[in-house]
């Protein structure tokens, strides 16, 4: 059965960095584009970064010059950096894959000082 877990989450003071994981199993992880989204309570779910199954990048405004989205195929795994990390990036971080593939359980991020 396809999944994807996630992992990295934590608690960390403004400014701060943390590097989110997403593992892949079930499907052709290189074939595929990912993306990691969140949502914060009380708000829907964002994207906030994409990645092609060729390693074009996009980002939504937030993200832009302090997140980095990257993979490695030989690892099935995508990768959310963050830095500068501010209090309104607190929010439960999801990856996704292919349309079929369920939503994992998250991880979440908590930005306070």
């Known amino acids: 059965q396809a999944q994807l877990v996630e992992s990295g989450g934590g608690l960390v003071q403004p400014g701060g960095s943390l590097r989110l994981s997403c593992v892949a199993s079930g499907f052709t992880f290189s074939g595929f584009h990912m993306s990691w989204h969140r949502q914060a309570p009380g708000k829907e779910r964002e994207l906030v970064a994409f990645?092609?199954?060729?390693?074009?990048?996009s980002y939504a405004d937030s993200a832009k010059g302090r997140f980095t989205i990257s993979r490695d195929n030989t690892k099935n795994t995508v990768y959310l950096q963050m830095n500068g990390l501010r209090t309104d990036a607190t929010a439960v971080y999801y990856c996704?894959?292919?349309?079929?593939?369920?939503w994992g359980q998250g991880t979440q991020v908590t930005v306070s000082s």
């Open positions: 990645i092609s199954s060729g390693g074009m990048t």
């Open positions: 996704k894959g292919p349309a079929w593939v369920n």
